[in-house]
T-cell receptor, first 111, second 114 residues
């Protein structure tokens, strides 16, 4: 079955790097995604990675995928107060058309 | 604004009443999804459409819930005889079947059942 797990909270200082981790169980996942949700708002797609890649970089964001361990991480460089939000990882399983989301990691950026 | 739009943004109702939410997807997207999100949780899949066909429904979608997408464009999600446990944010998303599968979400419709 599909199950996606994340740690609940992360607190960092402004200017530091943030690393948000995610584990998933479905080895047939084809794509994995990171979404950001600000209070009272919908989900905003940040980035995605295809399962045959192990790294993807997009400006301040770096996604690392360890397919053997079914572990995904999102690194945010030079974290800013505007990055404070809940971050969700999600997987799309092979042959499926829906995304399964983790419980979200609340990132708090302190001055 | 050409993103996914949802209406109403907030709905407060009494237990036992019926409610209906509407979603207008991004115009060129042929897939439309409904998710439910409760406080402190990630979105949970309810159902999805490809064009006007409803292709998958979650076990979460009890018989009090019905979704339609009559012309393959906008969609409605109706909840009959609402219960307090239905209180949640109902999120709509759309995608194009030939892309890499990412979903584009609306701002959500928050339901409060008193």
């Amino acid at each position: 079955g599909e199950d996606v797990e994340q740690s609940l909270f992360l607190s960092v200082r402004e200017g530091d790097s943030s690393v948000i981790n995610c584990t998933y169980t479905d080895s047939s996942s084809t794509y994995l995604y990171w979404y950001k949700q600000e209070p009272g708002a919908g989900l905003q797609l940040l980035t995605y990675i295809f399962s045959n890649m192990d790294m993807k970089q997009d400006q301040r964001l770096t996604v690392l995928l360890n397919k053997k361990d079914k572990h995904l991480s999102l690194r945010i460089a030079d974290t800013q107060t505007g990055d404070s939000a809940i971050y969700f990882c999600a997987e799309r399983s092979g042959g499926g058309n829906k995304l399964t989301f983790g419980t979200g990691t609340q990132l708090k950026v302190e001055l | 604004d050409t993103g996914v739009s949802q209406d109403p943004r907030h709905k407060i109702t009494k237990r036992g009443q019926n409610v209906t939410f509407r979603c207008d997807p991004i115009s060129e997207h042929n897939r439309l999804y409904w998710y439910r999100q409760t406080l402190g949780q990630g979105p949970e899949f309810l159902t999805y459409f490809q064009n006007e066909a409803q292709l998958e429904k979650s076990r979460l979608l009890s018989d009090r819930f019905s979704a339609e997408r009559p012309k393959g464009s906008f969609s409605t999600l109706e909840i009959q005889r609402t219960e307090q446990g239905d209180s949640a944010m109902y999120l709509c998303a759309s995608s194009f079947s030939r892309n890499t599968g990412e979903l584009f979400f609306g701002e959500g419709s928050r339901l409060t059942v008193l």
